[in-house]
């Protein structure tokens, strides 16, 4: 797929992975949308300037299916169309399952896996009617290995994984492909927390004895973005963790 012109909705795009990803399309010539739960800021948007392309700023809640719809709705109306769908947001709330509330699972499911259902949904009538369009679902490694405390949110990003195979099969004749990535340890504000022991223990998994950062977890979402043999796929972006 052209990218230049396409116009590209990513959810979760005010911070970390989502931004990054934002300023990549962004930077190919595409239009976005910046999304997030919260009122986004004027700095935000007047960062996206020297591109040269449409930016529309749609703040919403992916959890409510209402909400989602609305959101496609309204960046139809800014843009014209949702060429591109990256579903990025996602929370984490850690804890031994012996621990977990049912509101603790059913909070993360809801943001993670049911969003990604309801920002999917909104958008594949008119992708395939226009019989083009992409889908980037954002899982994670662990996803694919399972990890201790992480129950809640290994699940939502499993349950990404089959989502994204089953409505790639849906779609695929109507020439709508949809692909996940998987991140590993992924350099962020959030992970500059952990204790250094707890890093050298995690750099030990990894055979490349070194982790990613948000500019390789964006180069591979433009890419899927722009194939047009390639659908189904999840791509683990992990420096060989998960390696078969």
Do not use: C, W
Not at 172 to 200: C, H, L
Request: aromatic content about 6%; proline content about 2%.
């Amino acid at each position: 797929m052209e990218i230049i012109n396409k116009n590209v909705f990513i959810t979760g795009s005010t911070r970390g992975i989502g931004l990054a990803v934002a300023h990549k399309f962004a930077a190919a010539g595409a239009n976005i949308v910046l999304n997030g739960r919260s009122a986004i800021s004027d700095d935000l948007v007047a960062s996206f300037k020297d591109y040269g392309v449409k930016v529309a700023a749609i703040s919403g809640d992916v959890s409510d299916f209402e909400d989602a719809s609305r959101m496609v709705d309204e960046a139809v109306e800014a843009l014209g169309s949702v060429d591109i769908l990256v579903n990025n947001a996602g929370i984490t709330n850690d804890k031994l399952v012996f621990k977990m509330t049912e509101e603790d699972f059913d909070k993360v499911l809801k943001i993670n896996l049911t969003g990604s259902f309801n920002m999917i949904k909104s958008v594949l009538k008119p992708m395939t009617k226009a019989r083009q369009g992409a889908i980037i679902n954002m899982s994670s490694v662990v996803g694919l290995t399972g990890n201790a405390g992480q129950a809640n949110y290994a699940a939502s990003k499993a349950g990404l994984i089959g989502l994204t195979k089953s409505v790639a099969r849906e779609v695929a004749a109507r020439n709508v492909r949809v692909n996940a990535i998987a991140p590993g340890f992924i350099e962020s504000d959030m992970t500059d927390k952990i204790p250094d022991k707890m890093k050298d223990a995690m750099l030990e998994q990894i055979p490349m004895k070194k982790f990613g950062n948000t500019e390789n977890v964006a180069d591979v979402v433009l890419f899927l973005a722009q194939q047009e043999y390639l659908t189904g796929q999840v791509i683990a972006i992990d420096g060989g963790m998960t390696m078969q």
